[in-house]
């Protein structure tokens, strides 16, 4: 019985999905025959070749055996196609090796006798036309065939996966209906001797093609599909196969060719010639990121996860108070503030808040890429949920989004579109509780705690909060209020450090005096500014690992248990027994309690 998916079953698009991903698994493991995947390009290669990779990436390394993915580059195909393609594999191929994938990536061109130019000048060949395509023959299918060849001969057959579909057009359907078919639904290829035919994808319709892809962006080895989109999107309308499939020439009615093509219509011909120039092009328009918008990969369950439209209209709520300018997206506690007053005005459902999911999982929609801090890497690449905030911090430097999106994010009217979207999309009926700046008095009050409340009382709060919250939300209010604390201890004493005088005014932000716990917030909870001092980074870690300390005459004392050089200009030792520098205001000086633990930590003596 075939076991090509027919569209009458009924089945829901997941179901349809499930489906074909069966079919790949199950002949994946039928045999040891290696598989050798036919990769264009164009839409209905890339999504079997994403289903194919996906499927590798889940199975054990037992279950591994050989994949060929085999391109066909004419040697005159125009320059975009061929670095679109040439980048593709490259990525492909590294990402294969990383995920320790047994997988061999083949980039074929004709034979310098067999090249366009040395059959046109050099033999006298006429130029292809439609009733005589030599050009398909000689500069793709006889390359092509010339590695599957090897391949059998090694292996002594093979399954070859071609992205054929019904939907392409009646004579193509004609085709696959009149092929005999066996009890897992291959055929034999009609030219290659000991070379079995599976079409995973051939009852796929256009829509459901471009669906995926657009959903699945980018591809698993990491390629943004977005080239590929824009490709097509110059073609205007129809079908444009970037490069011809291996069992059937088509060429003639596509609409990008080599750029050296008589065959297809000239119209057809100067839209691909256009397309040369793309990258001079705004593709990236409104309409695309409010359909980006509207495809956000997000978990179905409860009514849908609201986490990544959140987390966009607290990016959106950022370039509205302070237009950012890049395109760079960092873990900030105005945007940690935005995400928590907008979920708790429009989240009504039973979803957890956590801010690392989606900051993490909003890579996989295509407009939005994590640069990983130094050795995180490979943590980054991961698929496994980022839940922790501490980690998320510790793993991602920032997150970059596309630059067309952030040029619209500066404008008035086009950021405004965008956040409405997101409202009318995802909260229609809670969007009237919707504030712009409402995180503004929640940071307000927190700041007023930390310069106002008695130490004793903030801490037993911020005990209270960590009983409540679970550990994802009690993280992030630690760092908004970390991040307070910082901004505050420097403002206190005036951007100056407390021991050597150090300021530096910059027009740039240039951070030079650290807000030092006196006791660590670990240890105490204390983020209130009798709890802070301010230091340059060498003394503000020589504070923290007792190298130095304050008396109770807030006067400088160093400690015995080490030395340094007598002529060093640098020396902790110069400073002691000096008065430090003090804030204006008295309840904003160092609590002698908290100065006291401090020298009792670090053995100093009274």
Sequence with gaps: MNQTIEKDHGLPADSYLTETRNILKENFLADNRPWVVAYSGGKDSTLMLQLVYEMLLE??????????????DTRVEAPNIEEYLENSLMQLEQHAKTSRLDLIVHLVKPEVEDSFWSLIIGKGYPPPNRWFRWCTTKLKIRPVRKVIDEITKGYGSVILLIGTRKAESSNRSRQIDNRQYNSRGLNQHTEIPNALVLQPIVHWTTDEVWEYLFTHNPAPWNFDHDRMLALYRQANSGECPVITDLDTPSCGGSRFGCWTCTVVKDECMALARESLWMNNFKLKDLN???????????????????????????VINLFETNPLQTNQIYITLELISFFKSNWAKLVDSDHHMIFALPFFHMKSDGFWRLKANPGCEKWVEAKSAMRSFSSLNVAIQYAEIDFELSRLLEDVECRENLKQFLLDEYFPTTQYRYEANSNQNSLDEITKNIREEPAAKYKQELSKLKAQLDNAAFEEEVFIRGSLFKREIPKIYKNTCSITGLRIDAIVSVAMIDACHIVPFSESYDDTVSNGIALCPNLHRAFDRGLISIDENYRVITSSVFSEPASSTHSLLQFEGQQIKLPETQKFFPAQENLALHRKKHGFLN
């Design 59 to 72: 199975l054990t390394p037992l279950q591994q055996k050989p994949v060929h993915i085999i391109s066909s």
């Design 288 to 314: 695309y990121y409010l359909l980006k918008f509207k495809t956000l990969r997000r978990d179905r369950k409860n009514g849908g996860a609201p986490h990544k439209p959140i987390l966009l209209l607290s």
